[in-house]
């Protein structure tokens, strides 16, 4: 048997071998074999990135504006010179069909090319004073070290989101990828360190958020914080910073609601919902979560929405282009989904499709269709993300968007009516 690869950290402009005893197995979701390791990494690994990027950070920022861009110009023709390669890696640990993780990696590169644009539009501003013949002229300074730490569902294009407008503005920066995705962000830094950025302004660290995630967002030196994740890890994320009056920057969880009037294309609707439903198994933030369907068409509906979920292929994402699912991201992702489905059946849902774990090695869930749902069920609340759309009947418009509304989280709605009817969206 083969012995996984061994990942280093990215610090300083080099990549650092791990001396530690501690490694994280990086595990494939879809057959649940160990595809490689990363450094257990402790908060002097997370020290040192920082202070790497406290020391490059004014030669960085004294730079021209154009000339950050060029360089980050120079890391999106490297993803795009590598874009199959890191595709795959997102497939193989990550378990995202092929096609969304090349549409991943292409919107990374853009995305990066995109910030670099701003280069000559963000840099200050002239104000007309009060006073006559008088101008105000307003610069814009960098803020100094940031840090971003990442989920796992959209692990490639997180990086640059975090990167991209740091570098541009004349900040360093320290990445912790999720210690579930972190194959990706390796390939990232191998990019960086090819084009020969210079060192310290983009640094790489490995390992665990109670660790070296606390360790970004609770140093000093750190001017800035971002992260994208759960609700749990952001409270912590912004209690830690709160010590030092860190900026936070927060991506948290969703319930997104989707209202179906009666009168709406049903078949658009039913496609729309699904396809929200089923990308990336689920694992999506701002994706519909929770329907509401006008009792007039209600019946019609379901009995489409379960055709359209019934026909959706699922399996090992590596070895199938026809599927629309792969598996879920790891066994605690599947335990969770699985509880908060037999929860609903406690509270009296009822599965019509779907509801049970896929037995044999990966972490399938199929899609999960929950019926005589209520607004007061836990479903209806908290966040599943998983591949599982409960469904409740609706009288009007103002009853749909109250239940809508009846929700701690935020992000993304979605309305689905004819075109040609416009309806009051002062709600």
């Given at each position: 048997m083969s012995v996984p690869v061994q990942h280093p950290m990215y610090i300083d402009g080099q990549f650092v071998t791990w001396r530690g005893d501690a490694w994280i197995d990086v595990v494939n979701p879809a057959t649940e074999a160990v595809i490689s390791r990363i450094p257990d990494g402790q908060a002097e690994d997370a020290r040192k990135a920082i202070d790497a990027a406290e020391?490059?950070?004014?030669?960085?920022?004294?730079?021209?504006?154009?000339?950050r861009a060029s360089w980050l110009r120079k890391i999106s023709a490297g993803i795009r010179e590598r874009a199959s390669e890191i595709?795959?890696?997102?497939?193989?640990e990550g378990g995202k069909i092929q096609q969304l993780a090349e549409v991943e990696v292409a919107f990374t590169a853009d995305y990066i090319d995109y910030m670099a644009e701003w280069a000559r539009r963000y840099e200050g501003e002239i104000i007309q004073s009060d006073r006559p013949g008088e101008n105000i002229l307003l610069f814009k300074r960098a803020l100094g070290v940031t840090t971003?730490?990442?989920?796992?569902?959209f692990p490639f294009f997180l990086i640059a989101r975090k990167m991209a407008p740091a570098l541009l503005t004349g900040n360093t920066i320290v990445i912790k990828p999720s210690e579930f995705t972190p194959?990706?962000?390796?390939?990232?830094a191998k990019i960086v360190d090819e084009i020969g950025l210079p060192r310290g302004v983009f640094n790489l660290v490995l390992g665990r958020g109670e660790t070296v995630g606390q360790e970004l967002a609770g140093n000093p030196k750190v001017a800035m914080v971002s992260m994208t994740g759960s609700v749990s890890a952001g409270e912590k994320i912004m209690a830690t910073a709160a010590k030092?009056?860190?900026?936070?920057?927060?991506?948290?969880?969703?319930?997104a609601p989707a209202i179906v009037m009666d009168d709406a294309d049903l078949e658009l609707a039913v496609k729309a919902i699904v396809d929200s439903r089923v990308i990336n198994s689920g694992q999506v933030c701002n994706c519909a979560e929770r329907v509401y369907v006008q009792k007039g068409i209600y019946d019609q509906f379901v009995n489409r929405l379960g055709e359209a979920m019934q026909a959706?292929?699922?399996?090992?994402?590596?070895?199938?282009?026809?599927?629309?699912?792969?598996?879920?991201?790891?066994?605690?992702?599947?335990?969770r989904v699985e509880q908060k489905v037999a929860r609903a059946v406690e509270e009296g849902a009822r599965v019509a499709l779907g509801g049970k774990a896929v037995e044999g090695k990966g972490y399938y869930y199929p899609p999960t269709l929950l019926l005589d749902?209520?607004?007061e069920m836990s479903i209806m609340?908290?966040?599943?993300?998983?591949?599982?759309?409960?469904v409740v009947a609706f009288d009007t418009l103002e009853e749909a968007i109250s239940m809508a509304n009846d929700s701690d989280y935020g992000l993304t709605s979605s309305n689905l009516y004819p075109k040609s009817e416009r309806r009051d969206e002062s709600h």
């Open positions: 020391r490059a950070q004014p030669e960085w920022e004294a730079l021209p504006a154009i000339e595709s795959a890696l997102i497939v193989e971003g730490i990442l989920p796992w569902n194959n990706n962000a390796i390939a990232f030092n009056i860190t900026k936070v920057c927060l991506e948290l969880g969703g319930k959706v292929q699922f399996g090992n994402p590596a070895e199938r282009n026809d599927i629309a699912m792969g598996p879920l991201i790891n066994a605690a992702a599947l335990e749902v209520r607004q609340h908290e966040e599943t993300f998983g591949p599982v759309l409960p």
